[in-house]
């Protein structure tokens, strides 16, 4: 059983999702129940002379519809996909920025490769017209920390504003960091995100690396399905809300879910290689329960980062019968990138959104596509239709080739 807390209780407020499968926390929430993919042909480039054709893409995404159409024009995709879930997750909290509250709030995003197409893109014009013609308005997005100051100049957020880039565990990272501002007494309250946009460049080097789905097999998104041969390289932004306990309840906001222990860990092995031992996961994800100070049988659900690489999800699987042992079979374990693709740094956030719609509305999410069984993942994975369930604690996994790994654990708020 659970015991006694002794540090300070962080919440979660405010929930803002622009994903492939829905745009907003409740098209997203139903998109999940309903096991409905993301995943369709790319229309931002031309794939023609590759293999692989599919991406978790956002059709249809509208950031005048968040943001207004004053200063978008200067704005690159990945800023507006952030700007957009920024703006969710604010008003969805109740919380209103102004001069009496600004140096109390904080802005971290953990993004990785947001930052390729401007580099990209102004590399080229170097090239073809010269280093005196480059488009100077693509400069500023070259930096990596792009897109979160511009979450802090547009809602006013002077706390702090931090990026994390620590490739697949990006944005679990970006939650930690966060963390320890509050509980330092820094801040009051963090809008923490994950975002990643869909480009050219980042297709390209998925591919070239040998990483995506259909190169080799099938084009599907199939975690722990013996077909699964890579993953479908996707797109989006999620944010939340978290303020200390006391800061929520003086201003009487909702409140869906604490923040609880998290795990983070360095395996040092190879860039872009795993660690045949996943070792880091392992750790990662005891560090997490711990600091939570459950017990492994008080482990409802795991959001896992099971990505359709066929090493990624087999570790995942060996690793999670290493910590849980026998409780192991117990425990559904399900994989939303079967549904929205692969978004890199963006992924711990988007497992924290649907964790959190798990907890409200009493379901499990879907591992789809799942109908060939590997004898190296055995467990749970709630094959195909989501599964009513009541959660009061879910371990989110993530992880990936060169060294990151971070485990976080969700609570249920009482």
Known sequence: MAKKRKNKRIVVTGLGVIAPNGIGKDQFWLSLKEGRSGIKPISRFDTSEYKCK??????GFKP???LGSKGLRSLDRTTRLLCSAAKLAI????????????????????????????????????????PLFTDASLFPGTVINAASSQVSIRFNIQGFNTTISTGYSSSIDALKYAIDFIRLGRVKAVLVGGVESLSLANYIGFYNLGFSAGINGE???????KRRNGIVISEGAAVIMIEDEDYARQRNANIYAEVNGIGNVFDAFRMGRYDPEASGLKNSMKDAVRNSELSIEDIDY?????????????????????????YA?????????????????????????ASIGSMYLGFIPPTINYEVRDKNCDLDYVANKSRKARIRNVLINNFGPGGSNAAFVLSKWN
């Not at 795991?302 to 026998?326: C, H, W, Y």
């Open 54 to 59: 599919l991406a978790g893409e956002i059709y």
């Open 302 to 326: 795991i959001s896992a980062s099971a990505n359709s690489v066929p090493e990624q999800d087999m570790l995942e699987t060996k690793v999670i019968k290493s910590v849980f042992g026998r």
């Open 91 to 130: 008003d969805d909290a109740g919380l209103k920025i102004d001069n009496t509250n600004t140096d109390d709030i904080g802005v971290c995003t953990g993004t990785t490769l947001s930052a390729i197409w401007n580099f990209s893109e102004f590399e080229k014009g170097a090239i073809i017209d010269g």
């Open 64 to 66: 005048t519809y968040f």
């Open 329 to 353: 079979y117990n425990i559904p374990v399900s994989a939303i990138k079967s549904m929205i693709g692969e978004p890199f740094s963006a992924g711990g956030l988007f497992q924290i959104a």
């Open 219 to 225: 084009e599907i998104s199939c975690p722990f399905d």
